[in-house]
């Protein structure tokens, strides 16, 4: 089973010490000691202690910091707390009661996770007068970091503590951290230290240590000390003796957070941790599939659940309905803000991982990859047994903050709240631990369940009436499942009503029935547990029981959900209990019998009694049911599984063999007659149970049962084609408004780019179409940069390498033709991710002869004669004279028949500035 945080201390201890129950809270699970010896504690510096009655670590309200101004020294954080909690004469004597309230923070200094986890204390009041509600300043917090600092500090969480003035005085020694004795104290969830960090970041830089803070409204003082480390070096290396894995990864984030030389942290992380723990959120033998709806999540809360976590950011419920028995508790979706509604996997992964599911307002699941309101990966740490010799509190508070590096450290290395969460490095970490799909989702059966003056509906689905007293199996799954059910007389008629619940899973059992003083008992593994000393939940082996309250001290629903998907909800309403009972798919086609029947997908069979005869029919009558069906499934008084406290209790004081009911129904009173009608609707469980008891709100009670249960029902099943695999850097996305990804869905993707770089399509198609057998049709859409067809400087250009995209990093070579030269720019290029040709464009220029027609546009030609008597084609030229293109006379005298050679040297400057230069050679005969 998962560790759910119900407190954030390592365990309750009362003030006084002999003849008490001392209740110790580990991880939500309270065990009590009831020796009576004195409870002797000698060091109390890590641990932290509070009131055993009902302060918690919510009992301090934060306004929610999405309310906190972001300007530097201008934000206020409010905290409230009710007054009495941490001072019981509050009441009588207001005035003098005081208080004090310190930040306490986490923190790792050095690379070496073995180093260990330290602790620093800020004072941030004293003195404070005690009225339940104190005003700070985010500069009386003022954290900062240097980046350029390897040793810098790598912060985790932090938490208020409020204390009596007093008690501080007189048992808080300030230099080490210790307290001399156990005092009252109450404490905010953990939050983000980085948060605070960041509102006092702005104007300030190079400040390592923690800044005394100044308040004007009241004196404040501030005492930092370091202490040891939460573990010692010896035992962080036991920690992670087991989990070398684990090791690297919280190795790598805190190189990633410290090292001068990374110049992104989110990226150095992305890198690192698919290599060191590889997982795939879609692969069903590891993960879980999701839920496809929320309407499915009420179905599946044995297997999904939100989870209060480490900061009041991770909680994400913004869904006001009740799910299912429960109200979950409320938080304002900070990680996923265009969720309504986050759940977790109960199941971990052996890599100690969670499946995160989260739901829009339409109530369909969302991928995190196409919208902000998807679920991720998370990383958790179960309860270690192996390390009993640590300190428990000091162990666990370990755990949470190893779990506040691994799994949230990421996500503010790449999504700070209050960024812009489609940010490249958002979408890389939504990439990396993007959460699974609905694919191959098996959702657990439609509820069974008892209501009002006994009614029974089947896990298939039938109704009937059963007016047995005493104690009946109603599940019995061998090696699976084990429920029996309690019924008690009613005292104006021959009728009885449900009075308990009993079950078994593994080795835990739990009993729920009507307490003697008002609402619900509960009895865990034998022993009566006091609910006003409880959390919200409580945790065994098998189970996690969630307690609903309303204000009072009694409680009247209670919900018990094991991690393999088993669901059992109880309310108590005018001293008639109700139930329901979901189960996993997985289970069914195990043998199952008992009076909510066969599970086998039939009704018709459901009326089976406990012998080998054939079943009775669903319309058999009230009294055949009776004698025939109900009366076969009694508990053997050696199987009961029903605590009894003696000596009042006893199998034979519920069990009355004698009890006949009355299979008569009796009139309704005239009086109560129309009301009745107007109630009940055409339900005629509601008329039966108000003609039994005479109590309208009984009637009402069995409506409202049957209109959950049939919603429940009418809850169809959804057949997802899961997420589409749209590749990292595909340059697309979704443009149409999806709401799902289930039968019948369509998705429309576009190219596109952040920056408006130019993209074109490359592959893939523009729409998918899921099928009605749960695949896509078509593949998902990717496209890339292009740059565009290369535009060559001139004819005298060409080019090697043809492409139909021109996409991004395609690399193109250019030459000059064969009668031209290369003057400048690069014969390669590359297209950059920019949209853009890497390099200047090449240029050449001819080296091929001028035509004549374009010597007599020449702005200038020089020429240079050279004669010579010996036959040659070509002779050295002379140095050359700028003079027109012409021939001297005197070198073809017609008296002298001679052979001659003649070479000119001829420069020629076109008008584009260009200067050609060639050399002519020829002979003249005479």
Known sequence: MPRRDGLINGYLSTDSYTNTQTAVAINGLQRSNKTGRKTENVCFGHRFYFKPSDTTAYDIHLVHRSK????????????????????????????????????????????????GIRRAELALTYGAPNNGRLTILASQINI????????????????????????????FDATTGVWAKPVLMIWSQLTDVD????????????????????????????????????????????????????LQLVSEITRCLKSPTVTSACECWAEQEPIIIPYNSDDNATFPACPPTIAQVRLDRGRFNPESSLTSAATCNRNTRAIGNIFWDMGECAENPAAVLCVNS????????????????????????????????????????????????????????????????????????????????????????????????????????????PHIWTLDGLRYTFNGLGEY???????????????????????????????????TRVQFSLSTRDGLDLILDGQRQDLTELTNFLQSKDFVIYLVRDGSSSIHKISAQSSSGITIDVEETNAVIQFQIALPNELKGNTSRGLLGNWNGRSDDDLQPNKNVP?????????????????????????????????????????DLSFLPSFVVPAIPVDILEEARTACSGSPECMFDIAMTGNIDVGKNSVAFLKDVVEQIEVQPVISCGFPDIMGGSYS?????????????????????????????????????????????GVPLICVVTCGRPILSSPLVTMRGVSALWEEGLRVVFDCVSTAQQTSGNRTSTCTKDGSWSGEKLVCSPISTVPSTELTEASEITTSPTTTTEPTSLLPSAPSVSTPATVDSRLTSPATTQASSFAMSVSIKLPTGILVSFLLAFSLHT
Not at 144 to 171: A, C
Not at 204 to 213: D, T, Y
Not at 498 to 504: E, I, P, T, V
Not at 616 to 626: G, K, M, T
């Open 733 to 777: 996305r979704i443009v149409n408004n999806v709401s799902s990804f289930n039968a019948g869905d369509r998705l429309t993707f576009e190219c596109f780019h952040e920056d408006n770089v130019t993209t074109v399509r490359k592959s893939g198609n523009y729409t998918m179409d899921c099928s009605e057998s749960g695949v896509w049709i």
């Open 473 to 507: 199996v109603l599940i019995d799954m061998p090696g699976q499942l084990e429920v029996q059910g309690r019924t008690a007389k009613v005292p104006t008629e021959n009728a009885t009503v449900w009075s308990g619940l009993a079950f078994q899973v593994g080795e």
């Open 68 to 115: 906190w101004p972001s300007h530097d020294g201008g934000s206020q954080i409010e905290l409230s707390w009710d007054p009495l909690t941490v001072d019981q004469s509050a009441e009588e004597n207001s005035t003098n009661s005081k208080v004090d309230v310190d930040f306490i923070i986490w923190y790792i200094v050095g690379s070496d996770p073995a180093n």
């Open 615 to 655: 079943a009775l029919s669903p319309s058999a009558q009230p009294e055949s049911i009776f004698h025939d069906f109900g009366e076969t499934w009694r508990v053997e008084k050696a199987k009961s599984l029903f605590t009894y406290q003696s000596p009042a209790e006893s199998y034979d004081t519920f069990n």
């Open 195 to 246: 948060t605070f960090s960041d509102l006092n970041s702005a104007g300030r830089s190079g400040l390592r240590e923690f800044e005394q803070p100044v308040s004007e409204s009241r004196a404040v003082q501030a005492f930092s000390f370091r202490v040891p480390s939460v573990l010692t070096r010896s035992q962080w290396t036991r920690y992670y003796a087991t989990r070398p894995q684990r």
């Open 144 to 171: 900062t970091r240097d980046r350029l600092r390897e040793d810098h500090l790598i912060f985790l969480s932090g938490t208020f503590r409020i204390v009596k003035t007093s008690d501080r005085v007189g048992f």
């Open 346 to 453: 109960v199941a971990v992964t052996k890599d100690e991982m969670q499946q995160q599911c989260c739901y829009n307002d339409g109530g369909s699941l969302t991928d995190a990859q196409v919208t902000t309101s998807g679920g991720r990966v998370r990383f958790t740490v179960q309860d270690r047994t192996d390390l009993s010799d640590i300190e428990p509190g000091d162990l666990w508070l370990a755990q949470r903050l190893e779990e506040q590096l691994i799994d949230r450290k990421p996500q503010e290395m790449c999504c700070p709240r209050g960024r812009n969460w489609d940010s490249q490095d958002c979408q890389l970490f939504r990439r990396i631990r993007r959460g699974g799909s609905a694919r191959n989702y098996q959702p657990p059966s439609p509820p069974g369940g008892g209501f009002g003056d």
